[in-house]
């Protein structure tokens, strides 16, 4: 990759309109299911470079381990036995910020600039903006983002977007063994993905497919699936993920008003009714993605 | 494998898997124990659409990207193989040319040579060995092994082989393994496919092969089978040893087992005091006409290493030192040396990057052996459970530290990455490395540690005399810095130097290599003490041009993946060894596609160093397999193995059956050697009834990084592994604690409970699984727990005496 520019192109809360002169290329992040061995590299070179580390925890009766993703750990590998018509299958995923072209965090975020999305693809939270409401959690259709009880922020994956801006591969990517976890513009990885495709195919793998799912306008971070028809069974891969309605309402009503309460410190009310409502499609808010223009 | 093929390692190497067709892993668990290796399997199947097959009891993360997964139970796989070998040989999937040419398929084997009910001619039964006398060819009065290459003589050793295996049928494999018979012979199949000299096939294996009684004849199956399928000597083919150190390959060629010199010399026995019969004894004569039978070079290697150890003093008149050096009257392997510790008789112990508590069979025989010591030293990074098994930690260790007499001496030492230095790979690469970063505290490198210990002694005997002085007082140390030997000076001893001018055989006056000047490779080495050579299996690793292993040019010319220039292989730089196999007879490829060596018609020439005499046109008719007599790969191992020249299934020593199928009146390995009070801590299924397996996980690295923070967070906690169908018998849930013994101990740890490990039906029988994976103790980072080994059985390999970890018994319930 040549040097990547880290050009905001939306920014959380904000309405002022960012710069779009340049054109950046495209990245995205593609995990190959079907080369994964589990061997949890990633999440000890996330961890590494990151400068995170987790509590030396227990066994919980599987081999995942840290069980979930945390504030300190922003990847995971959840394993998942399947019984398939193929026999057993055992599914290793790694977890983790899919970097969604239609973030549903950045849209549910109130606090000014604490989420950005770059014109590479990039989805970063930026710390020292952020307020600690969790908003960002109840929008993510992956449940990905982690409030840290320790300075009450939200972490995840960044996609190295401090090494990708100097022309680095994320450094999950550098350190996967075997090839399972590639970077690069998003036409030369589809491409790449086509390859890999075609080769499930001839061993039998009749549904073998690409996960970039277009309830949300894509994502930068792919996957190739041995059973794209069913992306369920890699622990819970949703479907059809989708921005939950409550951040569509939050986005045309709400927000003005919980603005006005946030001095008030009455937070805590909206944030139960987010967190409780329904996963359901918001047409209003995909519509204001896709009549959104792209610089 | 040195009996099959003449040298005991990865035949290929890494990178070369990716030629092959069909990739087995079978006996190891590569994904998870090679995770950085095992790209090249992903290679494989991603650029030359390999086939990938796993065979294992569990479910592996490598089965978890294979194409075929068969199960099997645990300890049966030389009865899965032998079936392999029997599907071969009926529906005549063998590579004809190739196993005519190029094993010992034609060779007459001698009269008396017999098997039958389950035991190998020759056996004296209340010593627990063989008189191997029969396992011989029947030879001519040239001396010669008497060939038919017909193939008509039924005592040829293609046909005795064939009798060998026609009882390990399907049906039989079936029974004994556990293994669905459509799976297996699915496998056999694909197997099959790889008999055309176009098509290969890699077997990738380690220590779950490596880790039973039967642990060397079950590795020698997969050698059978490469060489019917005409595999060995090929790129993509091969019988690839996985190493589970970064650097045990270097052990073993420096020769670092009791009974060895470097370069898999051998020490005399006791009963060998006369030199010359002691050298001729390891000379072969060759067994068939032409052959370079290379190990008739023996003198010139031992001479050699000699004058490295002796310098001026190692003369012809002394025999070169030969009286110096230690006569054994046993093996003291790692059994043995616990077993005397117990006994009393070993009082004290240097323990070397070595943590036997840990990786040793039977902790409680441990236990009792070593605080019987009268000393310990321990040299080591880490304060490993060994340095502090007097420590009570409550369940984990639990001992009377007060009644512990013995002496320890911790002294700390670097870790690789704190030192420079050569590491060699299961591929035989000798890599050079830097130092990343300065020890910790008092932490010394080894060598300066050893340096220490050698002056102080010298100086000791210097003062004070001894019974036997010579060899301490007079070997060469001339370093230097005295106490601390450098890296690279060792590095040029192994390679080896000139004493003298050498000149050129054809031309005297020609003078090849200098006085004083390092040699260009063991061809060099000369028996008549004008060479001096550390080891000569690294000769040619640092020469005048400098340290080869320190080469970092990964071009590959032939796109095979060779990289000739990326540090040094053993031997002479070689990557695929025995690869004159990878011709016909007459020098041209079998696969044009993978040219890696060939005759053109004045010398060999390719891709690769030839294994081979460079100048030795095919009409001569030598074969390759060139450290044998007789220059084939020995489908019939001779007298080389302890318990028969053909592999032959034998249960573990504890087995869930308490039968063998095939012979009921010899169960386990005849030749196995079992130390009086061991046999009786055998448990049998009637108080044991599940079959264990111990192994390790991918987030650890043996018992050092539960040391290291990173490590311990991705798998903190002890836990094993078990099949939902005994989990749900037992009442046991995921990640309930529960309790695991055998007849000899017991460990606690949180359960795993898994579709990955499924019963199988086993003569008549359900055996079911527990999986236990090894890396906790009492010491470290991560959460405490129990050293596995206390399960484990203290009976090994009859040939190798590495312990049986993979297969012994054990109940369960919930704790």
Not at chain 1, 148 to 177: F, H, I, M, N
Not at chain 2, 11 to 18: P, R
Not at chain 2, 41 to 55: Q, S
Request: glycine content about 8%.
């Amino acid at each position: 990759m040549a040097l990547q520019s880290l050009d905001v192109i939306r920014r959380s809360a904000t309405s002022t309109s960012p710069p779009g002169q340049r054109q950046t290329q495209e990245v995205v992040k593609l995990i190959d299911i079907s080369k994964c061995i589990g061997c949890k590299a990633c999440q000890v070179a996330c961890m590494e470079w990151n400068d995170t580390r987790d509590a030396i925890g227990i066994n919980h009766g599987v081999l995942d381990n840290p069980p979930d993703l945390t504030e300190n750990s922003w990847t995971v590998m959840r394993y998942a036995e399947v019984e398939t018509n193929r026999g057993l299958e055992w599914l290793i995923r790694k977890d983790g910020c899919m970097h969604c072209a239609e973030p549903g965090c950045l849209k549910a975020c109130p606090a000014p600039g604490a989420i950005v999305q770059y014109s590479n693809g990039i989805v970063d939270f930026q710390e020292k903006n952020c307020i600690g409401c969790g908003y960002c959690i109840t929008g993510c259709p992956f449940n990905i983002p982690r409030l840290s009880k320790r300075d009450s922020k939200v972490y995840k994956c960044t996609l190295c977007s401090d090494r990708v801006a100097v022309g680095l591969e994320p450094a999950c990517v550098k350190t996967c063994p075997t090839g399972a976890i590639v970077f690069g513009a998003k036409d030369d990885m589809l491409h790449h993905a086509e390859g890999r495709i075609v080769d499930l195919k001839s061993r039998g793998f009749a549904d073998a497919g690409i996960y970039n799912p277009q309830g949300i306008g894509g994502t930068h971070v792919m996957y190739v699936l041995q059973y794209a028809d069913k992306p369920e069974i890699y622990h819970s891969l949703p479907k059809n993920p989708s921005i939950g309605a409550m951040v569509g309402i939050w986005k045309d009503g709400a927000k003005p008003l919980a603005s006005l309460l946030f001095g008030a410190g009455v937070i805590g009310a909206v944030l139960h009714y987010v967190t409780k409502g329904p996963n359901e499609v918001s047409e209003d808010i995909e519509k204001e993605f896709k009549d959104e223009k792209r610089p | 494998m040195g009996a099959t093929f003449g040298r005991g390692a990865m035949t290929n190497h890494w990178v070369d898997i990716k030629n092959a067709n069909v990739v087995v892993v079978m006996g190891g668990n590569a994904a998870e124990a090679h995770p950085c290796g095992f790209k090249w399997v992903t290679e494989a199947k991603a650029h030359n659409k390999a086939t990938f097959i796993v065979v294992d009891p569990r479910f592996t993360r490598s089965a978890s990207v294979a194409d075929i997964y068969a199960p099997l139970r645990t300890g049966t796989d030389i009865a899965f193989m032998g079936g392999v070998i029997n599907y071969l040989l009926n529906n005549n999937k063998i590579q004809h040319e190739y196993v005519k040419a190029y094993t010992n398929a034609a060779l007459i084997v001698n009269e008396g040579y017999k098997f039958e009910d389950g035991l190998f001619s020759g056996y004296d039964a209340p010593n627990h060995m063989y008189d191997r006398s029969t396992w011989a060819y029947e030879t001519g009065p040239d001396g010669y092994a008497k060939i038919d290459t017909t193939l008509q003589h039924p005592r040829c050793v293609l046909n005795l082989m064939k009798q060998h295996y026609s009882r390990y049928t399907p049906e039989v494999v079936s029974n004994i393994c556990g293994t669905p018979k459509e799976k297996f012979l699915q496998i056999c199949g694909i197997l099959a496919g790889t008999a055309p000299p176009d098509r290969t096939a890699t077997f990738m294996y380690a220590l779950g092969w490596t880790q039973h009684s039967v642990g060397s004849q079950m590795i020698r199956t997969a050698a059978l089978v490469q060489l019917l399928l005409g595999n060995l000597g090929m790129p993509g083919g091969g019988v690839n040893a996985l190493r589970g150190h970064s650097n045990i390959q270097g052990l073993t060629d420096l020769g670092l087992l009791s009974n060895l010199l470097p370069g898999y010399l051998t020490l005399a026995n006791e009963k060998e005091t006369d030199y010359r019969a002691y050298i001729d004894k390891r000379t072969p004569k060759p067994l068939r006409p032409n052959q370079f039978n290379y190990w008739s070079n023996y003198p010139k290697f031992h001479v050699s290493l000699m004058k490295s150890w002796w310098g001026d003093v190692a003369t012809k008149e002394n025999n070169w030192c030969f009286d110096w050096l230690p006569k054994l009257d046993v093996e003291y392997d790692i059994l043995r040396q616990f077993e005397l510790m117990n006994q009393g008789k070993m009082n004290g112990y240097f323990c070397q990057g070595f943590n036997p508590l840990a990786a040793i069979p039977n902790k409680a025989k441990l236990m009792s052996a070593m605080s019987k010591l009268k000393y310990l030293v321990i040299i080591d990074p880490l304060a490993t459970e060994t340095s502090c098994f007097w420590e009570n930690h409550g369940e984990f260790n639990d001992v009377k530290t007060a009644e512990i007499q013995t002496e320890v001496i911790r002294l700390p030492s670097t870790c690789f990455a704190e030192e420079d230095g050569s590491l060699t790979n299961s591929g035989r690469w000798l890599q050079w490395h830097w130092k990343g970063a300065p020890p910790p505290g008092d932490a010394k490198p080894d060598a300066e540690i050893m340096a220490g210990i050698f002056l102080k002694l010298r100086e000791l005997y210097r003062k004070e005399g001894g019974a036997f002085p010579d060899p301490i007082l007079n070997l060469t140390w001339a370093y230097k810095i005295p106490h601390a030997p450098s890296p690279e000076e060792l590095a040029k001893e192994y390679n080896g130097k000139a004493l003298t001018d050498l000149t050129d055989p054809k031309d005297r006056t020609k003078v090849i290599v200098k006085k004083g000047d390092q040699l260009d490779g063991y061809g060099q080495l000369k028996d008549d003490g004008t060479t001096a050579c550390g080891c000569w299996l690294f000769s040619g690793s640092y020469t005048e041009k400098g340290n080869m292993m320190a080469r970092r040019d990964n071009s590959d010319p032939s796109g095979l993946g060779n990289t000739p220039n990326w540090a040094f292989s053993w031997p002479a730089n070689r990557r695929i060894m025995y690869n004159r196999a990878s011709c016909d007879p007459s020098g041209k490829p079998w696969d044009p596609n993978r040219r890696l060596i060939w005759w053109d018609g004045a010398k060999w020439t390719g891709a690769d160093v030839p294994d081979f005499k460079p100048d030795s046109p095919p009409s001569e008719g030598m074969n390759p397999f060139i450290m044998q007599p007789e220059g084939v790969g020995r489908l019939f191992a001779l007298d080389k193995m302890v318990e028969g020249p053909f592999p032959e299934h034998y249960e573990p020593f504890e087995t869930p059956l308490d039968t063998n199928p095939l012979h009921p009146k010899v169960i386990s390995n005849p030749a196995a050697r079992v130390f009086k009070g061991d046999r009786e801590m055998f448990g049998t299924s009637k108080d044991f009834p599940y079959a264990a397996t111990s192994y390790r996980v991918t987030e650890h690295f043996h018992f050092w990084t539960k040391h290291t923070m990173l490590s311990s967070i991705l798998q903190p906690e002890q836990f094993i592994e078990i099949g939902e169908e005994l989990a749900k018998e037992k009442g046991i849930k995921a990640g309930d604690w529960v309790k695991v013994w055998s007849k000899r101990g017991f460990i606690k740890a949180k359960a795993v409970v898994t579709k990955r490990i499924k019963p199988l039906q086993v003569n008549g029988k359900t055996v079911h699984h527990v999986g236990i994976p090894i890396h906790w103790g009492f010491k470290g980072l991560a959460k405490k727990g129990f050293l596995a080994n206390t399960l484990t059985p203290f009976v090994a390999d009859a040939n190798s005496q590495t312990p049986e970890f993979k297969s012994f018994l054990v109940n369960i319930e919930k704790a």
